[in-house]
């Protein structure tokens, strides 16, 4: 893909990769003898065109950007000292969104659609990312819901309406946010997330009473005109 060429050069400076990371990724060692790659990277170009058939669904399958996130994962720390601040945030900002989708799915895990949280979920939250470190002043790419399709190759009405339904649902969960620029943005990893700590709270057999009625009078006890409704051992 295009995108996913341009993202790569990017990818590498950005975070401080050699160009040995690029070369490697489209040319592995090559045994004459078999006429076959060795010592092939995970995620690389020769790995991609191993994993995957040449035309699917008529299509050319192009490798997509979200795929050199996992080529460059060694390389995407938080705690990195050689990537810029704006992309150690994007980074720290991903991670919270990951997570926050976790928490959502095992909260909900008796009633969650997993049609809804699957492979495109994550194609389009690591797309999101890779437009966030690769974009510039000179070259801004703004995750617009037009810039992750194109980023992931969505050419089809088909294709558009699964991402299109993917967005809705994270930003219906709260997971994913859209500013009123219509440009998608992660949770913040610097920000309390109140449900999360209530939810934690609640999980905590600590802080679980041990006498659930005593504690809820004590919080809450009855009025003179309610004193009647008490069973008194009855």
């Given at each position: 893909?295009p995108?996913a060429?341009y993202?790569?050069?990017?990818?590498?400076r950005?975070?401080?990769?050699?160009?040995?990371?690029?070369?490697k990724?489209?040319?592995?060692?090559?045994?004459e003898?078999?006429?076959?790659?060795?010592?092939?990277?995970?995620?690389?170009?020769?790995?991609f065109?191993?994993?995957?058939?040449?035309?699917q669904?008529?299509?050319?399958k192009?490798?997509?950007?979200?795929?050199?996130?996992?080529?460059?994962?060694?390389?995407?720390t938080?705690?990195?000292?050689s990537?810029?601040?704006?992309i150690?945030?994007?980074?720290?900002?991903?991670?919270a969104?990951?997570?926050?989708l976790?928490?959502?799915?095992?909260?909900?895990?008796?009633?969650v659609?997993?049609d809804?949280?699957d492979?495109?979920?994550y194609?389009?939250?690591k797309a999101?990312?890779?437009?966030?470190?690769?974009?510039?002043?000179q070259y801004?790419?703004?995750?617009?819901?037009?810039?992750i399709?194109?980023?992931?190759?969505?050419?089809?009405?088909?294709?558009?309406?699964?991402?299109?339904?993917?967005?809705d649902?994270l930003?219906?969960?709260?997971?994913?946010?859209?500013?009123?620029?219509q440009?998608y943005?992660?949770?913040?990893?610097?920000?309390?997330?109140?449900?999360q700590?209530?939810?934690?709270?609640k999980?905590?057999?600590?802080?679980?009473?041990?006498?659930?009625?005593?504690?809820?009078f004590e919080?809450?006890?009855?009025?003179?005109?309610?004193?009647?409704?008490e069973?008194?051992?009855?």
């Open positions: 893909h995108l060429t993202a790569l050069l990017q990818m590498a950005e975070l401080g990769s050699d160009n040995r990371s690029v070369f990724f489209f040319s592995p060692e090559f045994e003898d078999e006429g076959t790659w060795k010592n092939v990277q995970e995620y690389s170009y020769p790995w065109i191993e994993h995957n058939e040449i035309v669904n008529g299509r050319l192009l490798l997509t950007t979200d795929v050199l996130l996992d080529y460059f994962q060694d390389s995407i938080e705690g990195s000292r990537i810029l601040d704006r150690r945030s994007s980074i720290a900002n991903y991670g969104t990951l997570r926050s976790k928490s959502y799915v095992i909260a909900n895990k008796d009633t659609m997993f809804q949280v492979e495109t979920v194609r389009i939250l999101i990312l890779i437009n966030e470190i690769v974009s510039n002043e801004p790419i703004i995750n617009t819901k037009e810039n399709q194109f980023g992931l190759n969505a050419a089809t009405d088909g294709e558009k309406e699964e991402i299109n339904n993917r967005l649902f930003c219906k969960k709260a997971i994913l946010y859209k500013n009123d620029k440009v943005e992660f949770r913040k990893s610097d920000i309390q997330d109140i449900g700590m209530v939810i934690a709270f999980q905590d057999p600590e802080n679980h009473p041990e006498d659930v009625i005593s504690k809820f919080y809450m006890p009855l009025t003179k005109d309610e004193l009647f409704l069973a008194k051992n009855y």
